[in-house]
T-cell receptor
Framework: KQEVTQIPAALSVPEGENLVLNCSFTDSAIYNLQWFRQDPGKGLTSLLLIQSSQREQTSGRLNASLDKSSGRSTLYIAASQPGDSATYLC????????????FGQGTTLQVKP | NAGVMQNPRHLVRRRGQEARLRCSPM?????VYWYRQLPEEGLKFMVY????????ESGMPKERFSAEFPKEGPSILRIQQVVRGDSAAYFC????????????????FGEGSRLTVL
């Protein structure tokens, strides 16, 4: 059974700081891992998808890494901005290769100007 | 190419009424997933459908909830005799994933339908 855990649950940082969000998963037999952003009252925006053959993916100020052997992924945000304030969700595939995702509880980030 | 479209965005129902939530996947996507997000909780998988087939409904409550994805038209999540505990955001996601092949694709989510039961 796949379980996904994210720490910390909440994070508040001053603008400009670099930060790391952590995600761990129990079943390392995954074929990808996806990071999402959710703004209050909104849907999910896909940020980065890392395939199992990759160790990291980058998009702008975001960098996500994947270490299957340790069951961990990190999302690194460089030079944080107030507009980055949101909840960040990590999701790993569930069993049976049906494509369904198991989500962590999320990390709620506040970047203060 | 429009994204995943969900409607209504907001729905208010009284206890005992029925709620119908609709989801049109992205063009070219034939796989639909429904998730529920209860207040202050994470997203929980409910059901996975392909056209005219329910593939995985392991996350669906046993009673009052049903889902379909007909050959023509949107996927529908139906909640009968709603109770206050059904109040949540219901998200639909789609994927171009081909059954039988290794899934390496992303899921694309809609904006959600927020159900409030009075």
């Amino acid at each position: 059974k796949q379980e996904v855990t994210q720490i910390p649950a909440a994070l508040s940082v001053p603008e400009g700081e670099n930060l790391v969000l952590n995600c761990s998963f129990t079943d390392s037999a995954i074929y990808n891992l996806q990071w999402f952003r959710q703004d209050p009252g909104k849907g999910l925006t896909s940020l980065l998808l890392i395939q199992s053959s990759q160790r990291e993916q980058t998009s702008g100020r975001l960098n996500a890494s994947l270490d299957k052997s340790s069951g961990r992924s990190t999302l690194y945000i460089a030079a944080s901005q107030p507009g980055d304030s949101a909840t960040y969700l990590c999701a790993a595939p569930g069993p049976s290769n049906t494509g369904k995702l198991i989500f962590g509880q999320g990390t709620t980030l506040q970047v203060k100007p | 190419n429009a994204g995943v479209m969900q409607n209504p965005r907001h729905l208010v129902r009284r206890r005992g009424q029925e709620a119908r939530l609709r989801c049109s996947p992205m063009k070219g996507h034939s796989h639909v997933y429904w998730y529920r997000q209860l207040p202050e909780e994470g997203l929980k998988f409910m059901v996975y459908l392909q056209k005219e087939n329910i593939i995985d409904e392991s996350g669906m409550p046993k009673e009052r909830f049903s889902a379909e994805f007909p050959k023509e038209g949107p996927s529908i999540l139906r909640i009968q005799q709603v109770v206050r505990g059904d109040s949540a955001a219901y998200f639909c996601a789609s994927s171009p994933y081909s059954r039988g092949s290794l899934n390496t694709g992303e899921l694309f989510f809609g904006e959600g339908s927020r159900l409030t039961v009075l």
